[in-house]
């Protein structure tokens, strides 16, 4: 069983369009995140949910909008798609609160993001 | 705030041959401590951790010892294989504002050749 999966492993579109990205876990985890890796394998976190509410904005510009409809998805909507947004863009989840802030977070494969 | 360095790839190494890859880090508090692999094509897994000073994490016979003196988290593996080769992450969790962040080096490409 897939822990942590996400949808679709490949997207290519044009400039211009909106896309999504979907991210399941069945961890029972209650934090998720997605990072963004360049091409340079360069990886950064972009956003952090807790229980469906924000808790880390990494400075993203307001084009990518995640949504968290249940503690086990976060989706991650990107609007007006440029060429700097092409990435490959993993979704991971772990367990928080109390004293469990040292918990180890668990990946998706990745999504790979080409912008023509 | 919070960053990790770690020596720059690709590391080519032989089958059989020692394996170091150097990691250093700075962080307010005391943030626990993750080595990372991501395989061609795959996501991130997690490799060992250590969660205080002087914790050695270790699997699959990699090692790291978290060294507050020094602020370092060095991978070393005695006895490395084909079937290691991959990019290495070393990274730091922080707490920010109720959120768990990691923050993660560079990565490392390992090549080990017959």
């Known amino acids: 069983d897939t822990a942590v999966s996400q949808t679709p492993k490949y997207l290519v579109t044009q400039m211009g369009n909106d896309k999504s990205i979907k991210c399941e876990q069945n961890?029972?985890?209650?934090?998720m995140y997605w990072y963004k890796q360049d091409s340079k394998k360069f990886l950064k976190i972009m956003f952090s949910y807790n229980n469906k509410e924000l808790i880390i904005n990494e400075t993203v510009p307001n084009r990518f909008s995640p949504k968290s409809p249940d503690k086990a998805h976060l989706n991650l909507h990107i609007n007006s798609l440029e060429l700097g947004d092409s990435a490959v863009y993993f979704c991971a989840s772990s367990q928080e609160g109390g004293d469990n802030s040292n918990q180890p977070q668990h990946f998706g494969d990745g999504t790979r993001l080409s912008i023509l | 705030g919070d960053s990790v360095t770690q020596m720059e790839g690709p590391v080519t190494l032989s089958e059989e041959a020692f394996l170091t890859i150097n990691c250093t880090y700075t962080?307010?508090?005391?943030?626990?401590l993750f080595w990372y692999v991501q395989y061609p094509g795959e996501g991130l897994q997690l490799l060992l951790k250590a969660t205080k000073a002087d914790d050695k994490g270790s699997n699959k016979g990699f090692e790291a010892t978290y060294r507050k003196e020094t602020t370092s988290f060095h991978l070393e593996k005695g006895s490395v294989q084909v079937s290691d080769s991959a990019v290495y992450f070393c990274a730091l969790s922080g707490l920010t504002g109720g959120g768990n962040k990691l923050t993660f080096g560079t990565g490392t490409q390992l090549k080990v050749e017959l």
């Open positions: 962080a307010t508090g005391y943030p626990s």
């Open positions: 961890l029972g985890h209650d934090t």
